[in-house]
């Protein structure tokens, strides 16, 4: 497929917005700030990224209330953490510290920190899980119908800003 310049910068348009939607949106789940919230999407990521790996779990836990017990998740450290965002080992401890603080991120022994089945099943992150869903596929249904024409791209840009 060729791309033109007007198809490039809607489709530009389109990937920014959702990503700061996205962004957004996980902010209000959280309740925190920004740096925090992008933290914890981290350690989720790390906990969470070999369950589909592991041959018992495969196709497991794909359903909202189906989340994986807290002893497969894969602890991470800060200092991971930090290396994996490219942020200051202080900044990330803070923010981590943050986090356990406000019920979302437990620490497990000594072996870094995980974000716990009561923390993910809290109604504003499950809220937040569906909305998201929905955002996913009109985004992607958006992406695939988008047409070279700047009016078109317009048209499908106010229809991602109407359904976030």
Partial sequence: ??????????????????????????????GMDLMSSVIYLKIVDANTGLIDEVAETEGRFQAIDDMPPDELREPISVYNIAQALGLPYETTRRHVQML?????????????????????????????VVGTAAYVDDFVDTIINLRSSEDEADTAEARLVVVR
């Fill in 100 to 128: 356990i603080e406000e019920g979302l991120v437990r620490r497990v022994g000594g072996h870094g920190v995980i974000v716990h089945s009561e923390g993910l099943a809290r109604p504003a992150m499950l809220a937040n």
């Fill in 1 to 30: 497929m060729s791309y033109t310049k007007d198809h490039l910068r809607g489709t530009m348009r389109l990937c920014t917005r959702f990503m700061l939607d996205g962004l957004d949106s996980l902010r209000r789940a959280t």
